[in-house]
């Protein structure tokens, strides 16, 4: 690792080498991967066609009836050079990626024990958690430099710790959604360029190529849509973590927002809230709800593009992906939701319980299920 590394060998730098590895995976490797398995299922789809000569759908995938057997073979020896190049890039990063993750791991335990010995009384959830761990790493680079304007007071460690596993988080479920936008945006594109190519009839290579894109770019785009399901399920758990007083039944309703509501209701959360200040739930959902009036009004914007015309014909889930990636939440639900957090923030609040409280009970619960352990 340290022969990878272009600076000095630190948590920091291994962090960032990381990180620029799941890029590399997710920008160059993985397009390349769907781009190899589109193409064969075209080239399988065309020789198919070809066999019980149907000229339409050969003309669909940039195929000729009587040109046939020449392209065909073009392309079959590109698109095992590609597979080649594939598997070739693959084997690079599983070796690369599974020597930086197992350096990041021991580099995150130790910033994470290291911190946890100085600050003993923080929440259980952030001894180990992976959003947090970068900045235990400032405070602990701030404790050895004597910064003392980044290091936290020890009754406010927790609260700067959840701020962060909040900030990472959603900084995540942004970058999916948007990537579930911007390939939506393409897909839109290029449908409406394969489409005027067939129309016109006469570029074969220009309708192929544009055939494999557009379905590269609908197969990214579900792949994109699986990591949304799971942060969404995490940003779920992360609602309940934030406002633990509110009602399950209002909980529950929160669970049907959008990825990018939850998003905007944390981000309110993260940027407003202070260590004696808690954000209303209220609050929160108000903004969240002005940020969909404006993807609302750009969607109806775009609907006035040529491009849109083909997402029209999509399904609808397929057809607002363009400013809606994980969905629209109705009026209804909304107002629903603001006024049962209206209602909640005047209720008395039950005290939380503290850290020794809820230790005793999970100890306990640990010994009934024959769990305690020494770590």
Not at 73 to 100: N, P
Request: hydrophobic share 35%; with cysteine.
């Amino acid at each position: 690792m340290k022969g990878r590394l272009k600076e000095k060998f630190s948590f920091d730098a291994v962090q960032d080498q990381l990180q620029g590895l799941y890029r590399w995976e997710e920008r160059k490797v993985e397009p390349k991967q769907v781009e190899a398995q589109v193409t064969h299922a075209i080239l399988n789809a065309s020789h198919k066609a070809f066999q019980e000569h149907n000229a339409s759908v050969l003309h669909q995938q940039g195929f000729d009836q009587r040109d046939f057997r020449s392209l065909f073979t073009t392309r079959l020896e590109a698109f095992e050079k590609l597979t080649e190049s594939v598997e070739k890039d693959q084997q690079t990063v599983d070796q690369v990626i599974a020597h930086a993750e197992r350096t990041y791991r021991v580099q995150s335990l130790i910033v994470h024990n290291s911190f946890n010995d100085l600050f003993p009384e923080i929440e259980e959830r952030f001894e180990h958690n992976d959003r947090t761990v970068a900045y235990k790493m400032n405070v602990l680079t701030a404790l050895e430099t004597n910064a003392v304007d980044a290091i936290p007071l020890t009754g406010e460690v927790n609260h700067h710790l959840q701020l962060q596993e909040l900030k990472k988080a959603t900084e995540q479920a942004m970058k999916v959604s948007e990537q579930l936008r911007i390939q939506a945006l393409s897909r839109n594109k290029l449908g409406t360029k394969k489409e005027q190519l067939v129309k016109d009839g006469t570029d074969l290579t220009a309708i192929y190529q544009t055939s494999i894109q557009l379905n590269t770019t609908q197969q990214l785009i579900e792949r994109y849509e699986a990591k949304a399901t799971h942060l969404d399920q995490q940003l779920t758990a992360l609602l309940r973590e934030t406002f633990p007083h509110a009602k399950d039944n209002l909980l529950k309703k929160l669970d049907a927002l959008p990825l990018e509501m939850k998003t905007d209701l944390l981000k309110h959360f993260i940027e407003n809230t202070k260590p004696t200040k808690t954000v209303s739930l209220k609050a929160c959902l108000q903004v969240a709800k002005k940020e969909q009036s404006k993807r609302t009004m750009s969607y109806h914007e775009y609907q006035t593009k040529s491009e849109a015309r083909f997402a029209e014909r999509l399904d609808g889930r397929q057809k607002m992906l363009t400013h809606f990636p994980t969905g629209k939440a109705s009026t209804e639900l909304l107002e629903s939701l603001i006024e049962q957090a209206e209602q909640e923030h005047h209720r008395p609040q039950h005290e939380k319980p503290t850290k020794m409280h809820r230790k005793g009970k999970d100890k306990q619960l640990r010994r009934e299920l024959g769990l305690e352990f020494e770590l």
